[in-house]
Nanobody, 122 residues
Framework: HVQLVESGGGLVQPGGSLRLSCAAS????????MGWFRQAPGTEREFVAT???????TYADSVKGRFTISKDNAKNTLYLQLNSLKPEDTAMYYC?????????????????WGQGTQVTVS
């Protein structure tokens, strides 16, 4: 059973930066698609970014140019660098794993989820 544990969230001022991490246990990130999603109070969980087995990345339009997804297969760790943060980025951020090498952005296509890490921009 895959376990994903996020960390790195916190309170930051607008314009600030954070780096989120997601550590996976028992399985490597390859072959798999890894992704970040977020959910603000009262809203549905939404796609943020994905990275496939070849390292190709996809971003939501709302974060493009500000967020960067990356991974370290040797450390079984996924990252999300958040720059130029805005109050509307406030949400619980979740990492997820899809058991295929290629990525899609639909939440239901991901098989494993972490518990989330809170990001508050204020």
């Amino acid at each position: 059973h895959v376990q994903l544990v996020e960390s790195g969230g916190g309170l930051v001022q607008p314009g600030g930066s954070l780096r989120l991490s997601c550590a996976a246990s028992r399985y490597t990130f390859s072959p798999a698609c890894m992704g970040w999603f977020r959910q603000a109070p009262g809203t549905e969980r939404e796609f943020v970014a994905t990275i496939d087995d070849n390292g190709s990345t996809t971003y939501a339009d709302s974060v493009k140019g500000r967020f960067t997804i990356s991974k370290d297969n040797a450390k079984n760790t996924l990252y999300l660098q958040l720059n130029s943060l805005k109050p509307e980025d406030t949400a619980m951020y979740y990492c997820a794993r899809r058991e295929f090498w290629y990525c899609v952005t639909t939440m239901t296509s991901f098989n494993y989820w972490g518990q989330g890490t809170q990001v508050t921009v204020s």
